[in-house]
């Protein structure tokens, strides 16, 4: 029988677990077959958060974790088989994104690193993989990200419709498919759930804020609101992109030393607004109004949603949920569609988006064998 599946392995900014997909890209649309979450050990998610951050003893412990999320990418696939009874023979190779430990692009000798040992996936599924996917494209001079622009402008684009689709993972990103196939761009606009789900870990010991309930619960200090606003990276102009690397804890707490006098759900609330309004502040930069499409993490925070709802009242908000991908899957969707493009020997980066000199086949084979 035929391979006719690829596998997409993504973990993100907020760390929050391995989302693995299998789809089946033979008709116009996307199938997805079978999806499966595999959470992070605490004392792995430690040390990667660890990782993030300048320290001691960095080489090592990056050799230690290359391997162990390598092992972690490779059981999250052999669990989404299992679940899905598909046998590893079925599947043409897999997509993995890998976890991001820095991404610094604006460098004189910009760089990009993920990590998760794509010989090691190989290995222990006995599935060829692709990976490495950013890297090409900052070769290129560019951002290296975002990279699923590519893919949301093949699935999600319409004719005479303009939408901007919103990724809100631990950083925020938009593409903006102006209803043709012309002018499509990117960027990441900025923290996404990255500074609240820290705060709320910090302060009450939970991994996230369960509907945005602890921010409702708040009242937006201003002064605090537009001071975080005051970056200068909410100012800089496409193409952009960021990371933990500057909208981090440490940061965050940093801003707050002047505003001590809030309560912690006051800084919740306002931790929030500051996606929110940094998310509306370049949405209407691009359109006064139009159809926004929310996919990742943030999709699911109701009071994230209801902010979104008043800071754009000319716009649709809404999740791609209504155009037929659930949310939480859309990035594991496109990195094992850059997998496919990478198969094909076509090009998976926009250059309009993240500043590369030209298109490229994104990507490296690692084959099992």
Request: proline residues 5%; aromatic residues 8%.
């Amino acid at each position: 029988m035929d391979k006719k599946y690829y596998i997409g392995l993504m973990s993100g900014t907020s760390m929050d677990g391995i989302d693995a997909v299998l789809v089946d890209f033979n008709q116009q649309q996307p199938r997805l077959i079978a999806t499966h979450t595999e959470a992070l050990p605490t004392a792995l998610l430690s040390s990667l958060q660890k990782l993030c951050l300048p320290g001691n003893d960095e080489v090592n412990r990056l050799g230690h974790l290359d391997r162990s999320m390598g092992k972690l990418f490779a059981k999250a696939t052999n669990a989404l088989l299992e679940k899905a009874q598909v046998d590893k023979s079925q599947v043409i190779a897999i997509g993995s994104h890998g976890q991001t430990v820095r991404h610094m692009p604006n460098l004189d000798m910009g760089f990009t690193l993920q990590i998760g040992d794509p010989n090691t996936i190989a290995v222990e599924t006995g599935i060829d993989v692709i990976a490495d996917f950013r890297r090409k494209d900052v070769a290129l001079g560019g951002q290296g990200a975002p990279l699923v622009p590519a893919f949301h402008q093949h699935v999600f684009t319409s004719p005479n419709h303009q939408r901007i689709i919103l990724n809100i993972g631990g950083i925020a990103n938009v593409t903006y498919l102006p209803g043709n196939t012309q002018d499509v761009t990117g960027f990441d606009t900025g923290p996404g759930n990255g500074l609240s789900d820290a705060w709320i870990q910090h302060q009450l010991g939970l991994p996230f804020d369960k509907d945005g309930e602890w921010a409702k619960s708040g009242t937006t200090d201003q002064k605090m609101l537009q001071h975080l606003l005051s970056h200068p990276y909410f100012a800089l102009e496409a193409p952009k992109s960021t990371g933990r690397e500057l909208f981090n804890q440490a940061w965050a707490e940093q801003q707050l030393s002047e505003f001590s006098y809030l309560s912690e759900a006051d800084i919740q609330s306002t931790l929030l607004d500051l996606t929110c309004y940094s998310i509306a502040n370049d949405a209407l930069k691009l359109s006064e109004n139009g159809e926004l499409y929310v996919c990742g993490g943030g999709a699911y925070n109701c009071e994230l949603m209801h902010r979104l709802h008043k800071l754009l009242p000319n716009y649709k908000v809404v999740t791609t949920a209504e155009l037929g991908m659930d949310p939480q899957w859309v990035e594991g969707i496109a990195f094992a569609w850059l997998a496919m493009r990478h198969h094909l020997g076509l090009p998976g980066n926009l250059p309009a988006v993240t500043g590369a000199s030209r298109e490229a086949v994104l990507g490296s084979f690692y084959p099992a064998d």
